[in-house]
């Protein structure tokens, strides 16, 4: 007899321990009222007085609601779906704050989402996400506060207008592309035109440039061609001082001259006086013979 009761005692100890494992908690009432919250570790209630009410996770939960139709301020209407990012931050309010605390909170965000969406046009449903996610945080993190919910983060999943809706954002985008495309074909073609104008443009002064060069070059070599000519003739003058060459050798020089001349292209040719006398001719060309024999 003895061993029976202390083999029930040992029953009814170990059946009022209770060992609570990491990120859980476990809400603990006392003949029917909330008595206290266990949290990590290990706990001693009183079985068949203390009873375990709810074992709560203190993990944080996503929730994904299924699509809610909303209807824009322009009258639109379209089905958004929402994912909720929640944690329990107080397992008595979770356990004793609201019944089905998941469906209050799906019930609660469509509300929301309809009250957000219905101060928003299309256009701005579908370009202001980050508005709409952080408005419906707020409120839902304020609505689930008595219940012990925390509302980490919302975002919108998908927003879908109707089908005509679709269609005609399609072919708008549509034509913006094509306008898009002409445009920057347009720029194309205008830059390609300009650098094309620009190296006919250089092309020409550089063709310009080569040929002021080759008139440059070409009238030096004129300048340098008859001042070394003119040198040339004032060397052969200054000889011919120097020579102390007389009036006979000067002459000569000068009939040289004009059967060079005569001996040229030209069809007029004009004699001097002195050469309208042969005879004369002939004796200047025996003295300068007779000289020239004597030196």
Not at 27 to 37: A, I, M
Not at 221 to 242: D, R
Not at 253 to 269: H, L, M, R
Request: hydrophobic share 40%; charged share 30%.
């Amino acid at each position: 007899m003895f061993f029976i009761i202390v083999i029930i005692i040992l029953i009814i100890v170990i059946l009022g321990i209770k060992i609570i494992p990491q990120s859980q908690a476990k809400v603990v009432e006392r003949l029917g009222s909330y008595k206290c919250t266990l949290q990590t570790g290990m706990h001693y209630v009183i079985p068949f007085i203390d009873r375990v009410a709810a074992t709560i996770s203190l993990k944080e939960k996503v929730k994904d609601f299924a699509p809610q139709p909303v209807i824009t301020k322009d009258n639109v209407t379209m089905q958004i779906d929402t994912v909720v990012y929640f944690q329990i931050t107080d397992p008595k309010l979770y356990t004793y704050g609201v019944e089905n605390p998941i469906s209050a909170i799906e019930n609660l965000t469509a509300t929301t989402l309809r009250n957000i969406i219905g101060e928003l046009e299309l256009d701005e449903t579908l370009t202001s996400r980050d508005i709409i996610n952080t408005k419906m945080r707020s409120i839902l993190d304020e609505a689930t506060d008595p219940w012990g919910i925390k509302v980490n983060r919302v975002e919108v999943k998908n927003i879908i207008p109707p089908r005509d809706i679709q269609e005609a954002m399609e072919k708008q985008m549509r034509a913006e592309r094509e306008r898009r495309e002409a445009i920057l074909k347009a720029e194309g073609e205008k830059k390609s035109a300009i650098l094309i104008a620009e190296g006919e443009k250089e092309s020409a002064i550089l063709r310009a440039d080569a040929k002021r060069e080759a008139h440059i070059r070409e009238a030096e070599g004129e300048a340098e061609a008859i001042i070394k000519i003119q040198k040339a003739n004032a060397e052969g003058i200054k000889l011919l001082k120097e020579a102390q060459a007389d009036e006979a050798v000067l002459k000569l020089k000068s009939y040289e001259t004009f059967a060079e001349v005569a001996n040229g292209q030209s069809t007029k040719i004009i004699i001097p006086s002195e050469l309208q006398n042969l005879a004369t001719i002939g004796s200047v060309l025996q003295e300068s013979l007779e000289k020239n024999t004597k030196k």
